[in-house]
């Protein structure tokens, strides 16, 4: 008989759990409208007024997105413990934690963590940079492509032709616009565009690895890291490392 004993901890505070689950569904849905955007042709999709209107639909759907982000960075200040930068982002005696918890888990007996285990916090701090590079590039094409805040009035204003309302002109449309400034544009967010593509790819990646390796964590280290993300609260067999 097994005289192991379980003990609850506090882990993830609502804030975080909610950010998860609004992030969670709004990258799906992105992701979704994206492959939709990309694939537009093949599926039948045609003129200008379609193609805009499915960027409007991903726009709208990435602000939510991008606050939601904005959130989590206030979020990550004033936070509990675990929620914190400092317990995500590595810093000083990471690499040191590091391997003392690639033995343990070598050793059959791994470490366990209230908060991500370090290789966990490597992971979930490339795909916060990700997801910002995401939200900054999505608002960048949001401006240049279809003149949608922050940047539409000022992209809007500056390919105007002189003596024309820049609320006239339309996405894609050249009427009313100096054609030397579209290409100029054209050249400037081209380079946002291929990294938000492929940026979106690099995400589709991480996000099959995070789910794979959270399940693997579940099964070889248990924790209830899945169950967690809904109670908050992780169920541990023994003293977890970065308990205060």
């Excluded at 505070?13 to 990258?27: A, C, E, G, K, Q």
């Excluded at 992209?155 to 579209?182: F, H, M, N, Q, R």
């Excluded at 809904?230 to 205060?244: C, E, M, Y």
Aim: with cysteine; aromatic share 14%; proline share 4%.
């Amino acid at each position: 008989m097994s005289n192991t004993t379980f003990q609850e901890h506090k882990a993830w505070d609502l804030p975080i759990r909610i950010f998860h689950w609004v992030n969670f569904t709004m990258v799906v849905c992105l992701i979704f409208m994206g492959l939709i955007m990309l694939f537009k042709k093949e599926l039948g999709i045609t003129g200008i007024d379609a193609k805009v209107g499915l960027k409007e639909v991903h726009i709208i759907i990435g602000y939510v997105f991008v606050l939601n982000l904005v959130w989590r960075i206030i979020w990550g200040f004033i936070g509990n413990r675990y929620a914190r930068w400092n317990n995500i982002f590595p810093g000083k005696g990471f690499l040191s934690n590091i391997r003392h918890y690639l033995k343990s888990v070598k050793s059959g007996d791994a470490e366990q963590y209230i908060g991500h285990n370090p290789m966990g916090r490597l992971a979930i701090s490339f795909i916060y940079l990700l997801l910002l590079t995401m939200a900054i590039t999505g608002l960048v094409r949001a401006g240049t492509d279809i003149y949608y805040p922050p940047f539409g009035s000022m992209v809007a204003d500056y390919i105007t032709e002189p003596g024309t309302d820049p609320d006239s002109i339309l996405p894609y449309v050249a009427d009313g616009t100096d054609k030397d400034k579209v290409a100029t544009l054209k050249a400037f967010k081209g380079p946002f565009g291929k990294v938000h593509l492929y940026g979106s790819y690099i995400l589709m990646f991480m996000i099959v690895l995070h789910i794979f390796f959270v399940v693997r964590v579940e099964i070889k280290e248990g924790g209830s890291l899945i169950t967690a993300m809904f109670t908050g609260k992780k169920i541990l067999a023994k003293k977890p490392v970065d308990l205060d």
